[in-house]
């Protein structure tokens, strides 16, 4: 079935830093990708989205590509904030049956000092 | 929360009590999914539902069941409480006629059972 594998955590970096957080899926046909965060005692937010193979999503200067010859969907920033402190979900869209659903990796916690 | 309301957001209860969770819409989307989310497992779907009495489950649904008796409503019922649906649940929301496969979620109900 279609699955998705996110880097565990804690991923623990000082202000300014480059971040990346992995993600691959499988998938068969062609599932649209999504990160989600989730910020402490919160619901998940949307972060970003790609539909297709090769669409960009962004959003808030995190960055993911969607690409399909390595089936991978990694989260990128340029500089993080303490305020980017949160839970990073990677997610694709399962189509089956009479709606779509969302299959979610297990979360990576995002810690940034100071 | 986009017009979720889950209730009660904080319940604690005994072993083999039963245990209801309500998600109240006010965006008038057709689908509703209840997921749990625990440690090591990121989120979970429990059961989904695409339009009122039109119900599916989800990959975790054993010890739980819907109800959907009106579209704004959508109620997940334990019927008798184990230690191991110890867990945060999230209701979230979907309109396919919109930003297709995008989840709202609301902000959680935490249900410890003792």
């Known amino acids: 079935g279609n699955s998705v594998t996110q880097m565990e955590g804690p991923v623990t970096l000082s202000e300014e830093a480059f971040l990346t957080i992995n993600c691959t899926y499988t998938?068969?046909?062609?599932?649209?990708l999504f990160w989600y965060v989730q910020y402490p005692g919160e619901g998940l937010q949307l972060l970003l989205k790609?539909?297709?193979?090769?669409d960009k999503g962004s959003n808030k200067g995190f960055e993911a590509t969607y690409r399909k010859e390595t089936t991978s969907f990694h989260l990128e920033k340029g500089s993080v904030q303490v305020s980017d402190s949160a839970v990073y979900f990677c997610a694709l869209s399962d189509y089956g049956g009479a709606t779509n659903k969302l299959i979610f990796g297990t979360g990576t916690l995002l810690a940034v000092q100071p | 929360d986009a017009g979720i309301t889950q209730s009660p957001r904080h319940k604690v209860t005994e072993t083999g009590t039963p245990v209801t969770l309500r998600c109240h819409q006010t965006e008038n989307h057709r689908y509703m999914y209840w997921y749990r989310q625990d440690p090591g497992h990121g989120l979970r779907l429990i059961h989904y539902s695409y339009g009122v009495k039109d119900t599916d489950k989800g990959e975790v649904s054993d010890g739980y069941s819907v109800s959907r008796s009106k579209t704004e409503d959508f109620l997940l019922t334990l019927e008798s409480a184990t230690s191991s649906q110890t867990s945060v649940y999230f209701c979230?929301?979907?309109?396919?006629?919109?930003?297709?496969?995008?989840?709202?979620f609301g902000a959680g109900s935490r249900l410890t059972v003792l």
């Open positions: 790609a539909t297709k193979a090769d």
């Open positions: 998938a068969t046909g062609y599932p649209s």
């Open positions: 979230a929301i979907s309109d396919p006629r919109g930003r297709a496969n995008v989840l709202t």
